[in-house]
């Protein structure tokens, strides 16, 4: 015998309990990302071609992602730039510098291994006429697993067959070394089994580097250090004209470049993190440079703007 209409919704009134779950599982499991136009954006700084190419963002909720913040006022602040105050998105952008030369990424995305919300990387580097096989040098700017999974694919192959890989000594350092492991901070032990799965690939194409150094020309490193022990930011610097690869800097420029003091959950040392937001912001700002942040909203490039006690994100209109 089936029920009616009338006695399913008798059922489902009586019984809320019933319901509000399935409510909260729709939202811990988001849908596979609508799928937009081509997600790239391309522009010129001085010879060399830059192209931000999105990969995806990750949902999560609003509440434990600000350490040292009441939530209330992290959700003002979000209300503030309309963003939503129950969940929010953190988008992944990759940078691609094409010198004439040589193709470079900046990260690697998160190669569809981390969230069903990301993992669009691929497609919108064929859409940008970008072959994982002409790069020739990935620099990674940290270790956290959503800027080196994509550096493989599920089965361990390299995804950049031809690609070296740039990393900052004190960084590379670190999550090689099995004896930090416990000095770490628990939520970020899982990088030491990834940095050596992602890395394994590329084994003989491993390059360190001393955080200042040349990278490759035209591609400077800076100590950025906090986010992770060896976090380094570059400048991308071509006849006269520059742009600031940002990294994790900032996570949302509408919570962490406005209010520079908040601290997120991703801090491997969180004040030394916010000492280096303060000093790196303060310098993008006081001289204008173009900036590129992995999780700001797409282009992921602009400029940042001094505002009251903190900053804002002046998105980037270069075509
Ligand atoms: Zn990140």
Redesign the pocket.
Known sequence: MFPTRRAALVVALAAPALVRPAAAQTAAAPAPAIAQAPGWYRFRVGGFTVTTVFDGYNRRPVEGLVRNTPLPEVQATLAESFLPTATYDGPYTVTFVDTGRLLIAFDAGTGGQLTPTAGLLAANMAAAGLDPARVGLVIVTHC?Q??IHGLTTRDGTAVFPNAEIAIAEPEFAWWTEAGNETRSPEGQRGNFANVTRRFAPYQGRIRRFAPGAEVSPGIQSLAAFGHTPGHCIFRVADGGDQVMVLA?TTHRPELFARRPGMQSL?EFDAPAAEATRRRVLDMVATDRIRVIG??FPFPAAGFIARDGEGYRYVRADWS
Do not use: L, T
């Open positions: 956290h959503d800027h994790d991703f992995y999780h």
